[in-house]
């Protein structure tokens, strides 16, 4: 069956590591198309995987199978998962990194506090990866990837049960999101969640949470301030914030980095302030 | 129908931009063979990736959709545009991004002078993107790549005819594409317009601009001085220059980057002179 | 047919040279699975494309085609060749870089003295790659890889027999490979043959190279002594010595960039010892 199965991962392409998975899946499923999401994850870092991921997943067909191995934890004890939504498979380790598709479905924020397994939101199934029958043989300790995650997500694209992989779960592992919150001077206090390759700062603040009316919006970051909100890449001078492509509100430079503007760094604050009219 | 696309974008590969407009167009034609051209052009880098386009669109099978996404006015005025040739369709921003397929098409030099919309050369034909209702939908103001030149190029890929996309053009935005030309001391001078990640200095001097016999020609880039021409990249030592796959003139060096070892940039004049026979 | 074709050159993935190669390969043979392997190869770096090679051919289906393009010698006599094992098809310039290849065929190593040519080790068939009728025409002498390389590949995809391409060859070039020795004081010295993108570094020592117990080999790099080899990525702390998903002895550091880290660079020295006992 040609169904699509998308891969992210924190190997980079020059090593062959990639390749590797993608040779196993096409040995299971020959029809599989492969895309590639992102290779370019930070070594470990499970958050921005997490996020990339998020912002990607709801574009694909459904019955996409997206494999995803960020895996710090390879060869401990650490399960791997598979989740289903109404809409796709994810297959992965189950360090956190399939949080934003959880909230997707749980309909409220995570906030700070339930750090580690929630229940399961309605609609979704997860069961452990734990039958080494569908796996190659010898497992590596040290690649997950290429010899249990791979061939798990190509025979779930070929139509397999999630029973045959392992047991039911009620719940998997959850990072704590960063959720925007109030400060006592009534200003929206969020944080910058992914800076992106163009060097625009993607916050933790999507578009439901802003005041109204927008144009009178304050948004500072390391100090800058920017007064009201854009609605193109093009438009004013120096910073603006808009809200981007993911529905995130995002601060950007017209031609430049607003990265290197700013020198901001993910897990920085982004304060929200109604003006009060003083600047129109 | 299993028709190439391909992608040329400034998103680079690190954020899932490139994963959302291929997941989009396999949701229309799963069948679709999907080909990275380049997604490493610099930020809003027109030139740059009119002139890589231009390096391989004539190489992919006919009807090939090359999808090109490099677009600082997204979301602005500007409007996207259907190219069609006799061999491939290419879908875009009408923000000059086609110039080289244009005059490829044209058989003459665009000098320096036509800024804007020529009329197109006969053989092509253009459109706008104007009818929403093979869009996404809701289209951003920030990523037309996702929302609107994603699903145009899937759908032209399954063999819709170009008046369902929008109004015919009788024109489209051209770039102005340096041309090589003589100066007061008989010398032809060209400039580097493209600087590939060997180092390799491809200038706007195309094979047929060159003097005969080239074993005689004298090339001068950056003050320094290159006799005859070479055949391969193997050849001699130091800088030499020689005839690239493109058909442009091209500076190398043999065992290493001819960019580290000039300095030059992109826009830097190269000078052609015919040796006078001082050297042999 | 949809047999999978495998890339992996020192283009990088930038300037469209990759995707040149792609559309020549789709036009032949418009059901290929095309999958990259690594384009991150240093310029002209015959022993790591080498490297990266044999650590992923053998996950591909049967009948792969792998398409190598680390070519400096392009445009001069050195010959192209296709090697054909019992799982897989090789297309490459006769350069070396199927070496390790050649070694899985030929159960023992090849020591630093077989500098060039060798007899095929049976099972293993080559022939040259001389028959223009297969090629793009007119070929350019500068990117053989889109005008020979590539529409060989995709004719063998399609189930050409080798003999159509060119004469049958009972040797190809092959690297001298480094293999681990024993010093004068009883230690197994090896070498770093690959450093991976999370700062691994890969030496030459394999599994069946080491001492027993395993517990008590001490490995020495740069001055920096290991004790014991780990089984994961995240046993321990500082550095560890495990056998990696390739089965080479790795070098790694919990938490970072064991490269970084130690200063190592391709080519030094690594020590094996075993343990008198003086610690646990």
Same mark, same amino acid.
């Given at each position: ?120 939101? #309605? ?7 734990? @039958?080494? &029958? =569908? ?5 590596? $300790?040290?690649?997950? !990837? ?66 109204? #009316? ?7 970051? @390391?100090? &800058? =301030? ?5 609605? $193109?890449?093009?438009? !004013? ?44």
């Amino acid at each position: 069956m040609g169904a699509v199965i998308t891969l992210t991962t924190d190997f980079g392409l020059a090593d062959g590591y990639v390749a590797a998975m993608k040779g196993v899946i096409l040995g299971i499923n020959p029809e599989a198309q492969l895309v590639d999401i992102s290779h370019a994850i930070r070594p470990q870092n499970i958050p921005e995987a997490a996020f990339v991921l998020s912002t990607v997943y709801s574009y694909f067909p459904k019955c996409t199978v997206h494999l995803v191995v960020v895996d710090p934890g390879v060869g401990t004890r650490r399960r791997g998962i598979i989740l289903k939504t109404s809409t796709a498979y994810f297959v992965a380790p189950d360090n956190g990194v399939l949080s934003y598709v959880v909230q997707d479905y749980s309909g409220k924020e995570m906030g700070q506090d339930n750090k580690q397994s929630a229940g399961l939101p #309605p609609g979704l199934e997860a069961v452990s990866i734990t @039958r080494p &029958q =569908l796996w190659r043989s010898p497992v590596s $300790t040290t690649f997950h !990837g290429r010899d249990i995650f791979a061939p798990v997500a190509a025979h779930i694209s070929l139509g397999l049960p999630l029973r045959d992989f392992g047991e039911t779960l009620s719940a998997i592992s959850l990072l704590p999101l960063p959720a925007p919150h109030p400060d006592k001077d009534g200003a929206l206090v969020g944080s910058i969640l992914h800076i992106d390759s163009f060097g625009n700062l993607i916050t933790s603040i999507k578009s439901r949470d802003l005041p109204e #009316p927008r144009q009178k919006v304050t948004v500072e970051i @390391r100090g &800058q =301030l920017i007064t009201g909100l854009s609605t $193109t890449y093009a438009e !004013g001078d120096g910073l603006l914030a808009l809200i981007g492509s993911s529905d995130y509100l995002e601060i950007s430079l017209k031609t430049g980095s607003a990265h290197a503007f700013t020198g901001a760094k993910v897990g920085d604050a982004v304060r929200i302030r109604r003006d009060k009219g003083g600047r129109k």
